[in-house]
């Protein structure tokens, strides 16, 4: 199994040249890690991934088995993209007409989830801390904290930095049954509060 002293990949993974890949990241069995793209520090990609040119990748994403991350995706620290989630990168695929160089761009942002078999259609930002349920298709932005669910998704309520749903009470604030940290919905926006 090659192993260097930045980096695990499995001997079956696939790194092309001219990729930058973190230190303590772990890339897996017939995993493809293509020129120009970023990974952070102590990122997991899993098995069967393909991560394209140009891709940006912050430090402890993990990506599980079965994920294509195509051109145009950015995904800020903390990510979790589930297994077998789906991005596109253009609005408009055909195959007889060559779109490749109008990939759109998709940032999924800092602590988000993608939960497996998801669809991100390209060209839509996923809040922080947002949680994307299992097989929903985004077509729309995403806010931050948001829990959005279906097809096509809709927000269904909010979630924590921990990953628990929010309950708020009637003057808008909601603690996380996890961490006890605070949150507070006002204006159709989430803010995690900090005590001083």
């Known amino acids: 199994m090659p ?7 499995h001997e079956t993974a696939v ?5 930058e890949i973190g230190k303590g990241t772990k890339i897996w069995h017939f995993s493809h890690i293509m020129p120009g793209c970023k990974i952070g520090e102590k990122c997991n990609i899993g ?3 393909v991560v394209s040119p140009d891709v940006i990748l912050g430090k402890n994403v993990k990506v599980q088995n079965n994920v294509s991350i195509y051109t145009g995706v950015i995904c800020e620290d903390d990510v979790f993209l589930g297994p077998s989630m789906v991005f596109t990168n253009v609005t408009n695929p055909r195959s007889a007409v060559n779109r490749r160089g109008q990939y759109e761009t998709t940032t ?9 078999n998801a669809t991100i259609v390209c060209g839509h930002n996923i809040g922080k801390f947002a949680f994307i349920g299992a097989g929903a298709v985004v077509t729309e932005d995403v806010k931050d904290y948001a829990l959005v669910v279906g097809n096509p998704a809709k927000q269904i309520g909010w979630m924590s930095e921990y990953g628990h749903r929010l309950n708020f009470d009637k003057n808008g604030i909601a603690v996380c049954p996890e961490s006890n ?7 159709n926006k989430v803010i995690k509060l900090i005590d001083n």
């Open 181 to 187: 940290e605070k949150y507070k919905l006002e204006n």
């Open 3 to 9: 192993e260097n002293n930045k980096y695990f990949a």
């Open 15 to 19: 790194i092309d040249e001219g990729c």
């Open 47 to 49: 098995q069967n991934v």
């Open 108 to 116: 999924v942002k800092k602590g988000a989830t993608v939960g497996a």
